[in-house]
């Protein structure tokens, strides 16, 4: 699957343009769309069409690491699944309880819940984090029509 509108508004509301390289609350160099990597350091400047190849490179992994699950999703849970993985990254998405829980069952009462356990950055619970995992899991069971 890729992911939908709905996902990337999501993605690009909470991540928040930023054509110049800043830390993030993790203290992570990060740029665009919060593209992190080894090429992001102080004083990066990238323009939009630059922020908006590494937003669809840094969604094609994010994706990845949902279609790793192996189960079969409806577009929002998709894109809130991507959301998830975007921010948290591929691996620590990979190994959390959220994912655990939809490789057991898509529709498991409890993945609203195991969203909002990342909320926390250095150990600091971030106001952020916490309005972006509420949104998440609301997309995640976004009434399917």
């Not at 203290?27 to 990066?44: F, Q, R, S």
Request: one cysteine or more; proline letters at 2%.
């Amino acid at each position: 699957m890729k992911t939908g509108i709905q996902g990337i508004e999501l993605i690009k509301e909470f991540e928040e343009l930023r054509l110049e390289a800043y830390l993030c609350p993790a203290g992570i160099w990060t740029v665009g769309y919060g593209h992190t990597g080894a090429d992001v350091h102080k004083g990066l400047k990238i323009s939009q069409a630059e922020a908006d190849r590494l937003l669809v490179r840094d969604l094609a992994v994010a994706e990845l690491a949902v279609d790793r699950l192996k189960t079969t999703l409806q577009q929002n849970q998709f894109d809130a699944l991507v959301s998830l993985a975007f921010n948290i990254g591929a691996h620590a998405f990979s190994n959390s309880t959220v994912a655990r829980l939809v490789k057991q069952n898509p529709d498991h009462e409890q993945i609203p819940e195991a969203f909002k356990m990342w909320n926390k950055s250095k150990g600091r619970v971030l106001a952020g984090l916490v309005r972006r995992r509420t949104r998440e899991a609301e997309l995640y069971v976004q009434c399917k029509n």
